[in-house]
Every structure is written in C-alpha cells, then in structure tokens.
C-alpha cells in the first residue's frame, strides 16, 4: 500500500518561495510516476510536475515552467516541489502523488497541502 503524506505548504506574497515536501513509501521498485497535481476550487485538477523514480527524467505543467522544480531523495523516501515566483493563481490544494505510468492520472494521492499566494 503506497503512503503520501505532504507537508510545507502555507500562506505566501506573490514572488515568495515555498517548499512542499511528500514522505513516500510502500511504492514498488521499478520505475514510478511520482509527482504532484493541485486543485483550486472550482477548477479542474492539474497534473504540475512529476518524476520518474528510475530515470529521474521531470516533466512540468507549462504554467509552472521555469519556477517549480521537482526532486527526489531517494535515501529519504522524500519527494520535493520547489516553488519559486509564486503567484496568486498558483493558490491550490497540492497533493501528492504516484501516477498511473505515463500520464498524469493520479494513482493514489496524499490528504494535500493548502498554498495560499496573495497579491
């Protein structure tokens, strides 16, 4: 059974930084789709960055391009999401995640994070 559990989000001003953290395990050996989606209310989900746990290749949403950056500590278990020059429409509950291979179709999912990001 695969465990997520995130930490790290909170209130920002626009152009702030914030570090989301994902504790992971009981994920299978082999290559995994790790990575994060979020959901504002309202609006529908959004795959933002993953990672493949062989590899280590990372794929983003165009809108976070550029100003997040995802990681993996594999010594940890730990999954990271480096969010710079955040913006207001970046507020959404960020959750963590194991993706069905090769897409952006989340598998199981962690209780999320609330980011918060005022202008």
């Known amino acids: 059974q695969v465990q997520l559990v995130e930490s790290g989000g909170g209130s920002v001003q626009a152009g702030g930084s914030l570090r989301l953290s994902c504790a992971a395990s009981g994920y299978v050996y082999g290559s995994n789709y790790l990575g994060w989606f979020r959901q504002a209310p309202g609006k529908e989900r959004e795959g933002v960055a993953r990672?493949?746990?062989?590899?280590?290749?990372?794929s983003y949403a165009d809108s976070v391009k550029g100003r997040f950056t995802i990681s993996l500590d594999n010594a940890k278990n730990t999954l990271y999401l480096q969010m710079n020059s955040l913006k207001p429409e970046d507020t959404a509950k960020y959750y963590c995640?194991?993706?069905?291979?090769?897409?952006?179709?989340?598998?199981?999912w962690g209780q999320g994070t609330q980011v918060t990001v005022s202008s």
């Open positions: 990672i493949v746990t062989g590899s280590r290749s990372t």
């Open positions: 995640a194991r993706f069905y291979f090769g897409t952006w179709r989340p598998r199981d």
